[in-house]
């Protein structure tokens, strides 16, 4: 099952701002994880030696031709741009190359396998109280990039792995760049992702390189490009294999320094001299930019509408262009927004250690998944993604070939992008084997050497009872098994078991390929062995996982519950199906409420909200009418897979209309009109979600706000720019939203009384998060 809210939510958070469509969130998310690094970098007192004379980088290498190497090396796994390796790198500069007449070229490299630089230290500007100071601190790495060209030097880039954000500016100030055709190499700025833009000069030196077009796409949407699609574009000048980067590079530079090379800049065809270099083209890509940041934002992420204006002002006044742009950097590092989306990320790296005794945890190297429909397929292809072997299992031929052709078609579409290789295609599909119960004897092999079952079958619990009954006495006593239930408590699945020490939770959240999100859920009798491999296997899956409590609908599915409620409830007062979207949209989040319950499907909605009302929320679960849905599903009404839903989807010119038998029917539920603003729209619905997110941290359903924020974010789609219920609370302040939600319980009734916990921080001005 599913959550309520599908992977649409990328679409503003971390996917594209320019697209129609969203992008599948798992890269969109390694993206924003790879413009930032922890803030222990540097930490550890360095004491220079002959052998290392930089904390950041390794001694500098002349060759004979006279190109000097420079080799980025930070302490960490993965180079970053601190502020602290930008002084350093000044500081090898004027100490051995700016003065050195034997210098005649430099080489940009790096000291660490499959990584140039992954971008720039954010967590620097997080501790930086006044953002205004980070106005000087840019100028002077501006400086020092201008400063490296007044050498009068060729300047080469070798690129092996992640160029993103600083990294990719760096090598924009350099005259030739050589990259490797490794699938790990990838070049971006993704600020935007981050509220940000690019502020070393990128949102200047970007489209003189690639063309104005391809420049605003790439930095209002922070999309990676690959290694050839750079070099096609004008991004980087030479593809060359992993193994000879750096080499190439090096006598790329001789053959700079001897004249057989001559870098230059990549040719525009007519037509986009007509459009980027003429007033009247550059007013028409500028409107269709315009329309399409708006339509994509709705006008809540002000780093799209910054990053327009740096380059329309670097078009117009060259003179003041990089001084333009570390202003709007700095405005920009200190707004609300950016402040959530720095969270976010922040959240995601603690997400991702395990919070379990690793020492335990079973290796995992095959895993079987039972059910092959859409959440199973899921499930299995992105585990043979990975490099598992896994076993499909269904109940006969025609559901596996269903399960299989899901992950063939997805396979498909990335190899058509390019996004994989034919190879990697081939493997995955061969990591695949399919098992049906017409070969049980075949099934008991397989599963005999299994790791991990993955269960993903329908949301019976008799029926998950006798999958745990079967499996335990073919598997191996080792072999973990998880429940995909979006709601079943998972201790109810493990009684009666053999091992219930071996149970646990893994709660998907639909489309499993596009969405990042993954609860692991322990009942009270999961052992530590079991814990650690969950944690590890969904993080090998590339979800972002948090640990919840084993109680009904557990933290997302719960907190959706009175918000699904609030919905029947604001129909029956009046409220019409296109206001009540639009309300919400308005809000921030990336589709309204009645669309996504078309998209996910009006039965699987209707289950969950059913389920949760019969469940222990007991008041909070008040105040609508959820038989709404059921009648719906009674006429077949299932949503957009039926062609019809609250929405109608017959005709496809003409987009979803809601139809006038719809009309009537929904007319059937009012019982007011109370004539709401959207402003009362919003603050009902969505202080439902808030005060419920709020109670799990009071019932220590979740550990801390952290788990919280990325929980509903990434699970539901809650508005990115806010950062989360948590954020947006300390944001508006608790007290304030207590306030509010007082008034509407003595206007509506108990179902909106804010819990204690919200009570608590409000009488003692108490913030969620100290920053």
Known sequence: MTAFYSARYQSTASSAVLEEKPTDPSPSAAAASSTATNNEEGSKLFVPTADRKYEYFTNVEFTKEGVAIIRFDCPNKVNTISFALSDEARQLWKGEIENNSDVKAVVFSSAKPDMFIAGADIFDIKRIENKNDLVGLIEEGVTFFQHMREKKVPLVCAINGPALGGGLEWAMWCDYRVCSDSPKTKLGLPEVKLGLLPGFGGTQNLHELVGLQNAMDMMLTGKDIRPHKAKKMGLVDLVVSSQSVEKDAIQSAVDIINGKLKPKKKAKSLMNRLLEDTSIGQKIIWNQINKMVQKNTNGNYPAPNAIIRCVQHGIANRSTRFENEREEFAKLAATDESEALIGIFDGMTQMKKNPFDNTVAVPVKTVAVM????????????????????????????????????????????????????????????????????????????????????EAVFEDL?????????????????????????????????????RPENIIGMHY???????????????????????????????????????VKDVPGFYVNRCLGPFLVEVSALIRDGVSLEKLDRSVLDFGMPVGPVTLADEVGIDVTSHVATFLSKADLGVRMDGGDITLMEKMIDKGWLGKKSGQGFYTYSNKKKGKTISPEVQAYVKTFVKQDLNLDKEEIQNRIISRFVNEAAKCLEDEIIDNPVVGDIGLVFGTGFAPFRGGPFRYLDQIGVANY??????????????????????????????????
């Open 371 to 454: 059910g092959a429909g859409l959440m199973g397929a899921g499930i299995a292809q992105i585990t043979a993604e990975k490099g598992m072997s896994v076993l499909l299992k269904d109940r006969n031929d025609a559901a596996i070939e269903r399960g299989g052709s899901y992950m063939r078609d997805n396979w498909d579409k990335k190899l058509k992008r390019k996004r994989m290789t034919k190879f990697q295609h081939n493997l995955n599909s061969s990591n695949v084997v399919g098992l049906t119960d017409d070969n049980p004897n075949l099934v008991e092999k397989h599963f005999g050497n299994t790791d991990m079952i993955i």
């Open 462 to 498: 008799d029926l998950k009872r006798k999958i745990v009954a079967d499996i335990e006495k073919i598997t191996p006593d080792h072999c973990v098994f998880a429940t995909n239930t979006s709601a079943i408590p998972i201790g109810a699945i493990a009684e009666g078991s053999k």
């Open 509 to 547: 959240f639909s489309p499993v390929p596009s969405m990042p999100l993954l609860e692991i859920i322990p009942h009270e009798g999961t052992n530590e062995a079991t814990r650690a491999t969950a944690f590890n296997v969904g993080t090998k899956q590339g979800k972002t996982c948090i640990v």
């Open 738 to 771: 207590v306030d509010m939600m007082n008034s509407f319980a003595d206007k509506y009734g108990g179902q909106f009384e804010p819990c204690q916990l919200l009570k608590d921080y409000a009488a003692t001005d108490k913030k969620f998060y100290n920053n």
